[in-house]
């Protein structure tokens, strides 16, 4: 089965920092682009940061220069290094990865979410 299962998400003091992992899991031949989107409560959900497989960073311009994503290849995994947090940062964050999947030798590419995780910033 394919997913994408995060973790880190917390409650932080503004100031703070919280790093998340989001791990791609199953029978997945490659990964192309990879990304965070965040979700506030009444809010549309909105890209927070993006990387592409050759490493081509895009970020919100609302987290740029607090925020830092990643990825870790070969362990089919992309991070998100959340420093500075504020309380407007409060959201779920939902991680995004379009997954390249074999049907026989066909490779096809699918897009994915994960379950999302409760980031929490305190005033």
């Known amino acids: 089965q394919v997913q994408l299962v995060e973790s880190g998400g917390g409650l932080v003091q503004a100031g703070g920092s919280l790093r998340l992992s989001c791990a791609a899991s199953g029978s997945i031949f490659s990964i192309n682009g990879m990304g965070w989107y965040c979700q506030a409560p009444g809010a549309q959900r909105e890209l927070v940061a993006h990387?592409?497989?050759?490493?081509?960073?895009k970020y919100a311009d609302s987290v740029k220069g607090r925020f830092t994503i990643s990825r870790d290849n070969a362990k089919k995994t992309v991070y998100l290094q959340m420093n500075s947090l504020k309380p407007e940062d409060t959201a779920v964050y939902y991680c995004?990865?379009?997954?390249?999947?074999?049907?026989?030798?066909?490779?096809?590419?699918?897009?994915?979410w994960g379950q999302g995780t409760q980031v929490t910033v305190s005033s």
């Open positions: 990387i592409t497989s050759d490493g081509r960073l």
């Open positions: 995004h990865a379009n997954l390249v999947i074999l049907t026989g030798t066909t490779p096809y590419e699918y897009s994915y």
